[in-house]
């Protein structure tokens, strides 16, 4: 039973070779994964290890005992923490662990999450609206879409879908809650088919971009990666690398603004000669665009074609409050 489970979370790990080679692994390196899935970047970093130490974190239950199973070969070398990765550093420092050398997000819902069709994450399969990460939370999409006001389903699937007909699709998840409570994915899809012209449901399917707004809303994605990246590059130690994996364009904005602040922190006015903000410089952003799969990639794994790679250096940050602008 437990094989059976095993191989039911293992997907392709996106992105995976180049990953690897941007982490630029130490043997006696310590290294922790903020989304630790089913355990296929741990797998690589961890075959590369020899007296260094690997960080395991995910929220999701599942995820975490899948991740024991493939993992159970560095048993010694691996810690598995079930938490959010916003509490990155304070699980770490509980742990004894001081700098690390590398650290990896891989953002976004697992294969194995999608196809699980009791998580309600896809809109392919007829499963309560759940949508949890972390099922420990007692908020839900089906809490979102029953109690949320018009207003506010409309700000989040005009935000975090970038959906166009946004407006209708709150007003018609209104009307149709007013009758009774929307509580399955296929009664949510036939609101939103309802709500859209019928020659734009050609493009895809009607439902996915309000999906990813649930999603997102549901597990506070949006504010836990932007208010956990500065952390981890404090976090590293000089010359160890942050390497970011995203899947949509309102997650790359983040990781890509975050990146240049970190590199380019100064804030004093263009004609000024002299920095007197004393903002220094944490390291260098690595990839000035972000990397993308290859094709033999994209022929495999379908679902890797969104995906974006970008990668943050720490540097040697300088103990002057001031200097010359370059």
């Avoid at 999608?114 to 908020?139: K, V």
């Avoid at 390497?243 to 990781?255: A, K, M, N, P, Y």
């Avoid at 970190?262 to 390291?283: H, L, M, Q, T, Y």
Wanted: aromatic share 8%.
């Amino acid at each position: 039973m437990e094989e059976k489970y095993e191989a039911s979370f293992m997907h392709c790990s996106v992105l995976l070779e180049e990953t690897i080679e941007q982490l630029r692994i130490k043997p006696n390196g310590i290294y922790a994964d903020g989304t630790l899935g089913g355990g296929g970047h741990a797998f690589q970093v961890c075959s590369r290890l020899e007296s260094g130490h690997y960080y395991g974190i995910d929220q999701d239950e599942d995820a975490i005992r899948a991740a024991k199973d493939r993992l159970a070969p560095f048993v010694e070398k691996v810690t598995f923490l079930r938490d959010n990765f916003c509490n990155m550093k304070s699980r770490l420092a509980e742990e004894g662990a001081g700098k690390v050398d590398g650290i990896l997000l891989d953002l976004g819902v697992s294969s194995w999450q999608f196809d699980n069709w009791e998580r309600g994450f896809s809109y392919r399969h007829d499963a309560p609206l759940d949508m949890r990460m972390d099922r420990r939370q007692t908020l839900t999409a089906g809490t979102i879409v029953n109690q949320y006001s018009e207003s506010d389903l409309y700000r989040i699937i005009r935000d975090y879908g970038e959906e166009r007909f946004a407006k209708n699709i709150a007003k018609y998840i209104a009307k149709a809650r007013a009758k009774k409570p929307i509580e399955t994915t296929f009664e949510l899809n036939e609101i939103i088919r309802a709500s859209i012209p019928a020659k734009m449901c050609r493009d895809g399917h009607p439902s996915r971009r309000t999906y990813q707004a649930l999603r997102i809303e549901c597990n506070r994605e949006l504010d836990v990666l932007k208010n956990s990246l500065d952390d981890m590059i404090d976090m590293l130690k000089p010359g160890g690398r942050l390497c970011v994996i995203t899947f949509h364009s309102l997650e790359d904005r983040i990781v890509k603004t975050i990146f240049k602040k970190n590199e380019a922190p100064c804030i004093c006015p263009p004609d000024f000669p002299v920095c007197v903000c004393g903002r220094v410089s944490k390291g260098t952003v690595v990839t000035g665009k972000p990397i993308i799969p290859g094709e033999k990639e994209l022929e495999e794994n379908a679902r890797s074609r969104s995906a974006k790679l970008r990668v943050f250096e720490r540097g040697i940050e300088s103990e002057k409050e001031g200097g010359d602008r370059i």
